[in-house]
């Protein structure tokens, strides 16, 4: 069974550049969510994809979006970067079937620094 | 709205000794999952653990052990005779199964960074 998978592990960028962070979801998953991670703090929300469509979104401005794709793996797309979007973004894959959303398992994350 | 907290943002012990992290969490539905994730220094989090909130009963699994009180809105996570390997920062979350939490999405604590010493 291969595990939830992110690329890249580093990248730099400048402030106001364009950035794609990408997740491919472990088999057998159909929802992918988003979180972000300052250094010393605990993983944010930012939002789900599930059937190619956001599924719920936490507190984050609309210059964050993302695509999932009909593999179930997913895009994170942060426009126009700020110095406070440097944190690790971690993607979680899980199996939503009903109502809820079964447990959330993670990849490595992507270590986003903006200079 | 959820809300989690962890008091203890580090604790530092010597191997082989028992620690215990505390989660206190904050939510207004009755149907609602507590986790526990393990993050090491390499970044990713590990799944530990998952309770729903009908199920109080505590769990053991080898040298972990968990303690869920829905009297007081906590759920302890005990280590028991730590090992170096054991050194990580732990996460507690919780995810409300009620409409209002669309996405499902987990609120965490702070994290306690655990230092288990030779």
Not at chain 1, 11 to 23: A, D, E, F, P, W
Not at chain 1, 43 to 69: T, W
Not at chain 2, 4 to 11: K, L, P, Y
Request: with cysteine; aromatic share 12%; charged share 20%.
């Amino acid at each position: 069974e291969t595990g939830v998978t992110q690329s890249p592990t580093h990248l730099i960028k400048t402030r106001g550049q364009q950035v794609t962070l990408r997740c491919s979801s472990q088999s057998g998953h159909n929802t992918v969510s988003w979180y972000q991670q300052a250094l010393g703090q605990g993983p944010q929300f930012i939002f789900q994809y599930y059937r190619e469509e956001e599924n719920g979104r936490g507190n984050f401005p609309p210059r964050f979006s993302g695509l999932q794709f009909p593999n179930y793996s997913s895009e994170l797309n942060v426009n126009a970067l700020e110095l406070d979007d440097s944190a690790l973004y971690l993607c979680a894959s899980s199996l939503k079937r009903g109502g809820y959303t079964d447990t959330q398992y993670f990849g490595p994350g992507t270590r986003l620094t903006v200079l | 709205a959820q809300k989690v907290t962890q008091a203890q943002t580090e604790i530092s012990v010597v191997e082989k000794e028992d620690v215990t992290l505390d989660c206190v969490y904050e939510t207004r539905d009755t149907t609602y999952y507590l986790f526990w994730y393990k993050q090491p220094p390499s970044g990713e989090l590990v799944f530990l653990i998952r309770r729903n909130s009908f199920d109080e009963q505590n769990e053991i699994s080898g040298r972990y052990s968990w303690n869920f009180q829905k009297s007081t809105s906590s759920f302890n996570f005990t280590i028991t005779a730590s090992q170096v390997v054991d050194s990580a920062v732990y996460f507690c979350a919780l995810s409300e199964a009620g409409p209002n939490n669309a996405g499902n999405m987990l609120t965490f604590g702070g994290g306690t960074r655990l230092m288990v010493k030779p």
